[in-house]
């Protein structure tokens, strides 16, 4: 019944690097699925922060340009998001969905970036 599993959160301390995984097995079309990478912290609205088209083009919000990059791997119904430099204003859950229907949320992977 998950359709989105998302994976790879942590602890990390500033300037540190981690990267998520979202798995999308279910996902019959998932090679011409738009796929987007959110994050929403306490009293924020959720966000979307990285996207990615079946043929690879991305696309990233200004916080995160030149630190983050989205990837995919359509064999294995696969997104990723390497993050490196990271900093506080990152921490958030971070959530993986379809783009721009998207299917119900998963719980999304906690990342916490200390100072």
């Known amino acids: 019944q998950v359709q989105l599993v998302e994976s790879g959160g942590g602890l990390v301390q500033a300037g540190g690097s981690l990267k998520l995984s979202c798995a999308a097995s279910?996902?019959?079309?998932?090679?011409?699925?738009?796929m987007g990478w959110y994050r929403q912290a306490p009293g924020k609205e959720r966000e979307l922060v990285a996207s990615i088209t079946g043929s690879g083009t991305t696309t990233y919000t200004d916080a995160v340009k030149g630190r983050f990059t989205i990837s995919r791997d359509n064999a294995k119904k696969t997104v990723f998001l390497q993050m490196v430099n990271l900093k506080p204003h990152d921490s958030a859950v971070y959530y993986c969905n379809t783009r721009p229907i998207m299917l119900s949320w998963g719980k999304g992977t906690l990342v916490t970036v200390s100072s």
């Open positions: 279910s996902l019959s079309r998932f090679n011409i699925t738009t």
